[in-house]
């Protein structure tokens, strides 16, 4: 069913009986009051009939129903219904559970068209049940530093691999009935500064990488586009009429809405410079447009510029124009059922087709003597991490998630665990506070307790606040070295409280300090400061009573963790410990380390049992100073809810893992292509702390173009992902196709087990003048049984060929024979060839 066919079903919705908006014969497109051209003339005669007032009110955001992010309000007396706006990225957000997807970037793990249609299928079907009108996804800015907190929300560094995974995600959200929303438009790469920094990149880079993946989902028939925080090239993203207007609209062809972030509204001349939607409408500049000259609180069109005026109707008529693209303008009354079973199924099998299995010396999959006497050990592997902080977080219906220990226990392996990084730690005693108390109780109204701690040894303290609900804050003072710190948890689970819960379920957010011994630290726990987002922290009443606790890890106590699970590692036939990170919106790693002190987890572990494998529920590249100390490592990013089930069917051989890397796991923190503060996190021309300019300084070498233009030799390069059989490539061929290359290979699979594998083609420079010295140029995944053939054929377009020529503006051959070059990652190529581009 396309976007155009579909007709959403929604109880409630009145439709004017007037032949604008009941569906019909299809009429001549027309221009709108606006000067949008090819509207339909329903669109257009709505827009005629809207009051000024009205027309402002389908502008800006209010509070939504059901969990919503926000809600745009409708016409009633239109028969226009409201858009209720929910988060969704990873699942849809909302007051209600819904499936728990594996992370955007384990869907570019699979580099599978069908996986992301399957994924948007999912996420618009659930949006629909739980009624939501838009969805707040898909996020199409590319992985650019590893260092970013939202890298697990988007699907790769590599802008063909993101497009061309996009585009289908994007149409089958749409098939639903529900608006999709491309974010952040545009270089929004970085939590580091995010809401002002500058991004100073050149129209050649940012047309060959950031922009291809907003392009494709446009060329897919994306109704709605989110502009982003940061500033492009000195002007603000939702001001800049080159952005929002020339190249969306007047060049791409865009015909949708355009909302801003969240309170990234920067003045009134956004709405000329191509703006529709300011979100949320506390922060709303457009009203300041409509000027109430005769002081009797009726605004109509006189009042406005003929510029402004064109504008309202150009926006009103985008806000409509998107609604009617996915049907929400066609009488309805039927809200689906989540499909819950069926959407489950899809989760766990992305959990699976987007796992790499990094390294392996043939301990993977593990036999049934291993599964005898297996230790598991970390913190995921009790409790799932199963998704990132921030607007992407989905609470799963209850039940839905299983924990690998439970679940590798219920197929009847002989199960033991120890946690091995301590999370929880123990209630800090009265007797090394200055007040004499401990603090572990309940409060029923706002609470600020200020407390002086004293070091009984000299180590790394933990000091945690962990309650029922978010919005504590802890501050740490007095440290040497440290200053001040502080934290909070935010509602979104994010900006410093750890994503895993307690034993007890609550919320934890930590910090950790060096003390002497007998040296004093001052903590302030609050709960009565607002988070981030400007929401209120948390309001404890007698209805709603906070449970708040101090505890911490002493060294001692970490020290015994880490030996409780060197001896389960050295009493069991293997080991595997899971290794985590958290990311999340509002804040960039400062490490790629492991946090805590899982890598000397790892290395106590492996040196316990020399079988020890590891699986890394990471959203984005870490550093592995174990490696050479482990025989096996399995990246499961975030795998959402279905996560434990699918680790397990990996780890047993039940599935075979197929995942290739969409991002490049650099060796080393001073060896990636964002080593130059100018170009990470940014320079500051002040005593702000956060980043003001940032430039682009790497240009179109983004993510692994960088490792090859500089010589720089990764951990894992990308499209690297192992498997348990083994594939042979033969008979490479080139021919001119049309405007493109068509590229064909046999694949044959030389081992014992069915799996899958993606033949990757890519084109060298060659000779060939302004073109990466690496560039994925086209894909494709095959499943292959033992001893099966298959001959592959990629299609390498005209896009792929061309690189951005910022004099003519537009798009050119890039001429000269360049090298094609056909394998199993960027850096296994097993045939080669070249193709003389003219």
């Known amino acids: 069913m396309g976007r155009h066919e579909h007709r959403r079903l929604r109880a409630g919705v009145a439709v004017v009986a007037t032949a604008v908006v009941v569906a019909g014969a299809a009429a001549p497109a027309t221009a709108t009051p606006g000067g949008r051209p090819g509207v339909d003339p329903r669109i257009a005669e709505l827009v005629a009939l809207m009051t000024v007032p009205e027309k402002f009110g389908m502008l800006g955001g209010v509070p939504g129903s059901g969990g919503a992010a926000g809600s745009v309000p409708g016409v009633p007396r239109l028969g226009v219904p409201g858009l209720d706006m929910a988060d969704g990225p990873s699942g849809v957000r909302a007051d209600r559970p819904a499936t728990a997807l594996p992370a955007p970037v384990a869907l570019g793990a699979t580099f599978d068209p069908a996986s992301a249609s399957a994924y948007g299928g999912v996420l618009g079907q659930e949006a629909d049940a739980l009624d939501m009108e838009v969805l707040l996804a898909p996020m199409m800015n590319l992985v650019r530093t590893p260092y970013a907190g939202r890298n697990f929300e988007t699907l790769s560094e590599d802008p063909l691999l993101s497009a061309q995974l996009a585009a289908p995600q994007v149409s089958a959200v749409q098939d639903n009935g529900v608006i999709a929303t491309a974010k952040h438009y545009a270089a929004n790469n970085q939590e580091a500064g995010r809401r002002g920094i500058d991004v100073r990149v050149t129209e050649k880079a940012l047309r060959e990488t950031e922009l291809a993946a907003f392009e494709a989902v446009v060329d897919a028939g994306i109704s709605a586009v989110m502009c982003a925080y ?24 865009f015909d949708g809405l355009v909302m801003t972030d969240w309170v990234a509204t920067h003045g009134p001349g956004s709405l000329e410079a191509g703006l ?108 799932p991490l199963i998704g990132g902080g921030g607007s992407a977080r989905v609470t799963p219906d209850d039940g839905a998630v299983d924990s ?68 504590a804050r802890l501050d740490v003072e007095g440290a040497p070295g440290t200053g001040a710190e502080a934290s909070t948890v935010s509602r979104f689970g994010a900006a410093g409280g750890s994503l895993i819960a307690t034993a007890d379920g609550r919320t934890n957010d930590s910090h950790t300090v060096e003390l002497a011994a007998g040296e004093q630290v001052t903590l302030t726990l ?78 106590a572990v492996a040196q316990a049992n020399p079988d020890t494998v590891v699986v890394l529920n990471t959203g984005d590249p870490v550093l592995m100073p174990w490696l050479d100390d482990v025989r096996a490592v399995l990246q499961t990013w ?25 991002v490049t796991f650099p060796a080393a923190e001073d060896a990636t292509p964002v080593g130059d503060p100018a170009n990470y996190p940014g320079l500051s021309t002040d005593d702000d702390p956060d980043p003001e300019v940032q430039t682009y300084t790497e240009g179109s070498d983004v993510g692994y173009r960088w490792y090859e233009a500089t010589g720089t030799e990764p951990l894992f390069a990308f499209g690297h992902g192992l498997s348990y059989t083994s594939f042979e490539y033969s008979r490479l061929r080139t021919r001119t196709s049309g405007d493109g290359v068509q590229v064909s290979v046999s694949v044959r699979n030389t081992g014992a087990v069915t799996g899958s594998e993606v033949p990757q083609v890519y084109l060298g420079a060659g000779t060939a003048a302004g073109v990466p ?66």
């Open 230 to 253: 940061n500033k492009v090239d000195g002007v603000q993203a939702c001001d800049s009429a080159e952005l929002l207007t020339g190249v969306l609209r007047e060049e791409w062809g």
């Open 276 to 383: 529709d939607v300011e979100m949320p409408r506390a922060t709303a500049a457009f009203t300041d447009l409509a000027r109430d000259v005769d002081g009797n609180g009726v605004v109509d069109t006189g009042d406005l510029t003929p510029a402004v005026a064109a504008a309202l109707d150009r926006a009103v008529t985008g806000v409509l124009t998107a609604m009617d693209e996915v049907g929400l303008l066609d009488e309805a009354d039927v809200t689906p059922e989540r499909a819950t079973e069926a959407n489950a199924e899809v989760a766990h099998r992305i959990a699976v087709d987007g796992a790499v299995l990094l390294a392996n010396d043939g301990v993977l999959p593990l036999a049934d003597d291993d599964l005898a006497d297996v230790a598991l050990i970390g913190p995921t592997a009790q409790v």
């Open 404 to 471: 690998t220990v439970d679940v590798l226990g219920g197929r009847g392996a002989g199960v033991s665990w120890a946690t091995g990084e301590e999370l929880d730690g123990v209630v800090v005693p009265g007797d090394r506070l200055d007040t004499g108390a401990s603090i572990d109780g309940t409060y029923t109204a706002p609470v600020t307790q200020t407390v002086t701690v004293t070091a009984p040894t000299a180590g790394a303290y933990t000091f945690s606040v962990q309650t029922t609900g978010p919005g």
């Open 526 to 603: 609050s709960c009565d400061t607002p988070v981030a987002d400007g929401s209120a922290a948390c309001s404890p009443s007698v209805e709603q009573p906070l449970q708040l606790r101090l505890a911490w890890t002493t060294p001692e106590l970490r020290a015994e963790r880490l030996a409780e699970a060197a001896r389960a590692a050295a009493d069991a036939r293997v080991a595997v410990v899971f290794a985590y990170n958290e990311g999340t919106e509002g804040e960039d790693r400062s490490s790629l380390s492991l946090p805590g002190y899982q890598d000397e987890l790892v290395a």
């Open 638 to 662: 975030y795998s959402g809810q279905e996560g434990a089930e699918a680790t397990v069917d990996l780890l047993t051989g039940a599935a075979n893992p197929g995942g290739k890397l969409p």
């Open 773 to 838: 010295a690496l560039q994925l140029a086209g894909f494709s995944r095959v499943i292959l049984a033992p001893g099966e053939e298959q001959r592959v054929t990629v299609e390498v377009d005209e896009r792929q060929l061309s690189i951005w020529d910022a004099d003519r503006d537009r798009w050119v051959r890039a001429v000269g024979t360049r090298p094609v070059l056909v394998g199993s990652a960027s850096d296994d190529v097993r045939l080669s060839g070249s193709v003389r581009v003219r």
